[in-house]
């Protein structure tokens, strides 16, 4: 994008023709996108139980492969034999969709090849932590299988968050902490499927009678490192999906570019890593771990990167023009975007 008025040119072109500009379809899932094998579990104190069928949240498998897309009802919003999608608003929750560090425990995941710090990675993002984060809602509704996502707002800028720290290692046994934020189980919620405006895009399969929930989302497409719950303040789940995930799924990304003792690899020049651990604060809380995601290059052909995407999901739509929308004639804005 080169300035702001191509970017209005383009977003009206691709929302008024019929042959728009390229966007995400529904994400292909491919389980090497997501670390593959358990290399060690140790279950600290304080696990849990699943609060519908009483099962612990030990079973480390639960981090392998993409993050949830649908749960159940929790006996309040839904029966829990019903399907609820995953949406900020409401996380997974399940003992076969979690599993939780515990109180001085630790996790230690493979990748089956090496995730490196590559240049076309979206906002700089190179593997994504899914925990089970929340938004928390304005305090006078609660979340149904039947809500209206238009309809339901977030409080002024708060969310439920277990932080636990994350460590990369190129071969298991050498490891480069992250000693500040970010942290697994922070910011962002996960979004299990793409929020829709007609009807007809809805899934059938999700649940009976949705009308706003699509194909599930794409959990290699992180979202922009510099939001945060304070971007929620005020906004209803609908506005949130829209401005803020679009196709991304969420969950808290990590730069490797963050560590600078990080080694990288000659034949390629690029830091990279293959394993990831994440291990307990001791700072009262345990964090929840759903999945881990490599971050898929952008400016390939799975994600090109069109003039007047604004929310870097790699397509021009209507997320798009609501974030032009909400920043309208914010010059500040637009400069630092560019």
Known sequence: MKNLTSAIIYIALALT??????????????????????????????????????????????????????????????????PMVVVPFYPAFRHYELVTIGKGGQLVLKFSHPVRDDKNN????????????????????????????????????????????????????????????????????????????????????????????????DPTLPLDPNTSFADHTGKTLAQICQSLYGQSAGGTGFDLAQLPDLPVDPSTGLKWMQ????????????????????????????????????NGDCCVDLYDLAILSDHWLECTWWENCQ
């Open 122 to 217: 979206a906002y700089g993002v190179d593997f994504i932590v899914f925990g089970n984060t929340f938004t928390v809602m304005d305090g006078t509704s609660y979340w149904y299988s039947t809500s209206d996502p238009r309809s339901v707002y977030a409080s002024a800028g708060y969310g439920f968050v277990e932080p636990s720290q994350v460590s990369v290692s190129q071969d298991g046994m050498t490891w480069y902490p992250y000693d500040e934020d970010p942290y697994a189980d922070g910011y962002a919620p996960t979004l299990g499927r793409v929020y829709v405006t007609d009807p007809n895009e809805a899934d059938p399969n999700a649940f009976d009678d949705n009308q706003f929930w699509g194909h599930p989302t």
């Open 17 to 82: 023709t019929s042959n728009q500009t390229p966007c995400l379809g529904a994400y292909q899932y491919d389980p090497n996108d997501f670390a593959v094998d358990v290399q060690k579990y140790l279950a600290g104190s304080g696990i849990g139980n699943d609060c519908i069928s009483g099962d612990p949240f030990n079973n480390p498998q639960n981090a392998l492969g993409r993050p949830t897309v649908d749960t159940t009802g929790d006996g309040i919003g839904a029966a829990p034999w019903e």
């Open 275 to 310: 394993y990831v651990q994440i291990q307990d604060l001791d700072n009262g809380v345990t964090s929840e771990i759903d999945a881990v995601s490599d971050v898929t290059c952008c400016g390939d052909w799975k994600h090109p990167f069109p003039v007047g995407d604004l």
